[in-house]
């Protein structure tokens, strides 16, 4: 596994920041919702994402930075803790094979949302815990969900995830798409692993 110290050194170097293409647009058919969330570190946040709803009603990912203010935000600048956005995943899904439930249940499962701007080693707001809805129903699923979880999940912690509407989202660099699927044995947060919860409670 790289070192804390080589996951942020590697994104700074002069090699990749040369390369660094615009992202294509992403992908959302007919009928398919958006999930955003920020959960840390965005490398791993993704790719627990895909490898458990790949083929699951999941039709695209992709990692980038919202809720801060400044336009077009480099991952330099996010990094300084200046601009405001948090490294996030936004997901497109269809909601006729998978709901936007799950996929907050997911998360409140994959990380540790009782860290305040923290998820294990890598600190800073751009590792805040958040949701950020898209609509009126998601808002409400959101809030329900959270505080599901904060009685029934984690008790012995205070929930510190912010539940916020969607800003302006900004795709994150090429290099950072699907990153641990071409590096494999990259950086991962130690907080991101599934925690074995019971179900929920309708």
């Not at 596994?1 to 293409?21: D, E, G, H, V, W």
């Amino acid at each position: 596994m790289a070192s804390l110290f080589s996951r942020i050194l590697r994104p700074f170097s002069s090699t990749t920041m040369r390369l660094n293409p615009e992202t294509a647009a992403m992908n959302v058919p007919e009928g398919a919702q958006r999930c955003t969330v920020a959960a840390g570190c965005f490398w791993g946040v993704e790719h627990m994402y895909r490898h458990t709803f790949e083929g699951k009603g999941l039709l695209d990912a992709r990692v980038g930075y919202i809720g801060g203010d400044k336009s077009h935000p480099s991952y330099r600048e996010v990094c300084s803790g200046r601009t405001g956005h948090a490294e996030a995943l936004q997901v497109i899904y269809d909601p006729k094979q998978l709901t936007y439930r799950q996929l907050l249940e997911f998360f409140y499962k994959m990380h540790d949302p009782t860290t305040l701007n923290r998820q294990g080693p890598d600190t800073g707001s751009q590792y805040r815990s958040a949701i950020f809805f898209h609509d009126e129903e998601q808002e409400k699923v959101a809030k329900e969900v959270t505080d599901k979880v904060k009685k029934e999940w984690w008790k012995d912690g205070n929930v510190v995830t912010e539940v916020l509407p969607a800003g302006e989202w900004w795709d994150a660099e090429a290099y950072h798409q699907k990153y641990l699927d071409i590096n494999p044995g990259g950086y991962e947060c130690p907080s991101h692993f599934l925690r074995k919860f019971p179900p929920l409670s309708a």
